[in-house]
């Protein structure tokens, strides 16, 4: 992730600085900068775990073909539209 | 133990900063709390875990010397060593009165008159365009005819100078929206253009030098209709930082001033929409932010060296929350005949004398 460092709090270490995006395990978001909150469901936490593990795309959609049975095509536009939206909360 | 006055004791709906101020006062401070009211019904006057006293001032309209002896008789019972004027309509008395009072024990940090017109709404946009600031367009109104040649296009933002605001789309609207605040709040009124986007506001607080000693960002999350932030959560924009620190440089402020603007949702640029010259209705998210503003000024007020406080931290979140008190007819009573409520502490009947 770049721009304000989506470096996800992960909730069972250190207390959260403030400094970067708040991830919960429940998928929890909250960007510090613009003070906005997300709240992801189970796939979007899924991917974007993957996402912040540095995961290849075209890995991403081979997982998400395996673990939720579509197709690539399908899979590979879902993924595209969860980056967009990403972008567009200024998260990517 | 000190003595600290505040006012704007009134927590209704468009609540005033008085309770924020005071709670937070508390956190930090062990001091009795004299609180100042302008009306028997001004709700903080009945919560004695707030104010320990309460005595009616008369309204800042009927001038600086009707304040001053009303104070002066105040704090004859109950020496005051800090006031905390609250409220946008009673600063001017009180920066004047500052002097005098101070000869009597009676400190303040206020910002200077030149601050305080910088900063109205009137000034606000020719502050801005002095100092390279972004501001939307703003034009006085003296009357309603000039709302059918604004240099601006619709949707517009009427203002009152001290409160009140309506979002109008139409000249229409502009129409009724001016009667709706000239009425409740006179004339002249300010045309702002609107800047869509969400608001952000910024807490802060300069020193004797008018040096900044504290800042505390925050989204509203939860807006009334009165546009009044009803829950919040602190942030950590470095833009936003730099942006509120180049204004206060630029006033020089002395005391706590509230930054209000807008983020343009299609350029993500701030735009500077009002200075409030006192303390928000929530300075008490500054305690949770790690910033105790209120507490801070009253050091300063005090005399106490205040270096600048370490940054606020974001994402403390607070929402509002209205409870009703149940307080004896007495209080009322006490309140309206004699004009002191005397609730911790204090010598009742020296009171009503």
Known sequence: MKGIGFAAHNATADPWSGEETYLSRQGFVFDPVRGLTF?????AGFIHGLLQDGVAIADIVEMIVRRYEVDSTTARADLDDFLGELRDAGLR | MITVAVTGLNATDNPAPGTGVIRSLREEMDCRVVGLAYDALDTA????DLVDEVHLLPYPSAGQGAVLERLLQISERTPIDALIPTLDSELSNFVRLAPELERHGIRTLLPDLDALR???????YNFCRRNGLRSPSTVVLQNQAQLGSLPFAFPIAIKGVFHGAEIAHSLDEAVLAYEKVRSRWGAPLLAQQYVGGEEYDVLMLGDHQGAPVG???MRKLGI???GKAWAGVTVRDPRLHEESLEIFRALRWRGPLELEFVREERTGKYHLIEINPRFPAWCYLSVGAGQNLPATLARLVLGEDVAPLPEARAGVTFVRHAVD?????EHLERLVTMGSLIHNGGNLHAAHA
């Open chain 1, 39 to 43: 709240q992801m469901n189970a796939t």
């Open chain 2, 45 to 48: 006057a009945y919560d004695s």
């Open chain 2, 118 to 124: 910088m900063a109205s709404k009137l000034e606000l």
């Open chain 2, 215 to 217: 800042c505390v960002p």
């Open chain 2, 224 to 226: 009334t209709d009165k």
């Open chain 2, 325 to 329: 008190l149940i307080c004896p007819l």
